[in-house]
């Protein structure tokens, strides 16, 4: 184990721990994940970087707040399953979030070793010690069940099965209410088994952790669309005493481009869902085929869109393009995925956007148009404003497009419960302290009120929303 009395000089001279993973050649050949994950020593050493700050800043960017110093420190003194308890305390996701969270965006932000370094970068690995805690739990022993207290007669409904919703249900179930997860899929996870291929969160992880919240007591109910087979005003009248809505941001958004409609165009959505949740990449052992292209155009710049284009690679395609309209400083995607995307050979087309599609006589694409374009000014976002280059157009052919510019949040909720204020976008409104929606009883978080946004963002609004759940259904107080 580490060495306790190493100084801080000592442990600023320790280098970030590279993770093993696959090499290029070989992954786009399989669906596997690529990284395996730290073995003990790695994850040791690696511990041994952090210097135990009195004042926990990285706590402040975790939406969870784990207590992160306490967790990485008993990794460093070799006690794995205190480690994961630690987690555990505040996160039921552990190893879902420790391959899919924005770590650089948020707890090794605020890391003093990344400071001192002057590089997020160099930071504690935060995120691969967490997804080294949580494997370790599962290659080695049962997971301890999180305790649930005695039995409240309280009821609560969750309408989907993300992050948030698992996260709601887990901290409610603890205080003793029956929690019912109604899930629209034949599966729980949503984004997390739909949208992320299997090659960055393999879906055994994803079910292992769910597993752990039926082992609480959760009931999941699948194929239950809420808003077909019941409105949220006939949930209440069945009994249940509050209602969480975490439906996401499913509906997928298009750039209205002229030939958007022909035949080998998808939205990264329905593409992702093909290839992941319904395992398109071993058709014909499976039910669902794919388009399998050559040539494909992947639109956007963000960890969508690596996702596509990486998982078009992996259906064969020779090459595949990603257009973004901005320059690779600018992605919004995380700098791991834009690396992993570029060394498997996507071809980054950079400050370059589609202008409109062209198809044969039979209906299908063939051609991408696109226009050069220069950066302006910074805009609303922060990013500098991206500008058509007059008389630049060109094209590139193509047989199969993925539109991957985000996605808006599913209407069916609100639009059959329209006592539920939304704002322009069809978002939620929801309090930011309580999550509590316009209307009593029914609580919202996630996707559905953030608009798309990141695993770790829609849990921390889960715990929230629990929290003022379970002081709801014990004062009665609205």
Not at 159 to 186: N, Q
Not at 297 to 311: I, L, P, Q, W
Not at 415 to 425: A, G, H, K, L
């Amino acid at each position: 184990m580490t060495d306790k009395n190493l100084s801080p000089k000592e442990r600023l001279k320790i280098p970030p721990q590279e993770m093993p993973e696959q090499e290029p050649a070989d992954r786009i050949n399989n669906v596997d994940e690529v990284p395996f994950g730290y073995t003990k020593e790695l994850a040791v050493k690696e511990a041994s970087r952090c210097l135990q700050c009195k004042n926990k800043p990285c706590i402040k960017g975790c939406p969870v707040e784990i207590d992160i110093p306490e967790f990485i420190n008993a990794i460093a003194e070799g006690n794995f399953n205190e480690s994961v308890r630690i987690i555990k305390e505040t996160n039921i996701l552990p190893a879902i979030c420790g391959r899919v969270c924005p770590q650089e965006e948020q707890c090794q932000r605020f890391c003093v070793v990344g400071k001192s370094h002057k590089s997020v970068e160099k930071a504690v690995q935060i995120g691969k010690l967490e997804r080294f805690a949580a494997d370790w739990e599962m290659e080695n022993g049962e997971s301890e069940k999180p305790e649930v207290k005695g039995s409240t007669g309280k009821r609560v409904a969750v309408i989907g099965s993300g992050p948030a919703g698992l996260t709601v249900a887990a901290d409610v179930r603890r205080e003793g209410h029956d929690v019912t997860v109604f899930e629209a899929l034949h599966k729980p996870g949503g984004v997390l088994i739909y949208g992320i291929p299997e090659f960055r969160l393999p879906k055994s992880i994803v079910m292992k952790e769910v597993d752990n919240l039926k082992k609480m007591g959760v009931e999941i109910l699948y194929n239950s669309v809420i808003g077909k087979i019941y409105s949220i005003d006939e949930l209440l009248d069945k009994g249940y005493d509050a209602v969480f809505v975490g439906t996401g941001a499913g509906l997928p958004n298009f750039l209205n481009l002229p030939g958007e409609n022909l035949n080998g165009v998808y939205s990264a959505n329905e593409y992702l869902t093909r290839a992941n949740l319904m395992k398109a990449y071993s058709f014909p052992e499976t039910d669902t085929p794919i388009a399998r292209s050559k040539n494909v155009a992947v639109f956007g710049g963000g960890n969508v869109a690596m996702d596509s284009a990486r998982t078009a690679l992996r259906l064969g395609a020779e090459n595949v393009y990603l257009v973004y309209r901005r320059s690779r400083k600018e992605m919004p995607a995380r700098v791991e995925e834009v690396e992993h995307a570029d060394a498997e050979g996507v071809q980054f087309l950079l400050l370059q956007n589609p202008v409109g599609l062209l198809g044969d006589e039979d209906g299908w694409v063939k051609q991408a148009e696109c226009i050069k374009m220069e950066l302006g000014e910074p805009d609303d976002s922060g990013r500098r404003r991206p500008i058509p280059i007059k008389g630049s157009e060109f094209r590139i052919d193509i047989d199969t497009c993925i539109i991957a510019i985000g996605n808006s949040s599913n209407p069916l909720i609100p639009d059959t419960s329209p006592d539920i204020e939304t704002n322009r976008w069809g978002n939620i409104i929801a309090d930011e302290e309580t999550m509590k929606t316009s209307k009593k009883s029914v609580f919202a978080g996630g996707d559905i009120v953030l608009g798309a946004a990141t695993v770790i963002l829609a849990m921390g609004q889960g715990r929230k929303a629990a929290e003022s759940i379970n002081k709801y259904l014990e004062s009665g107080q609205w």
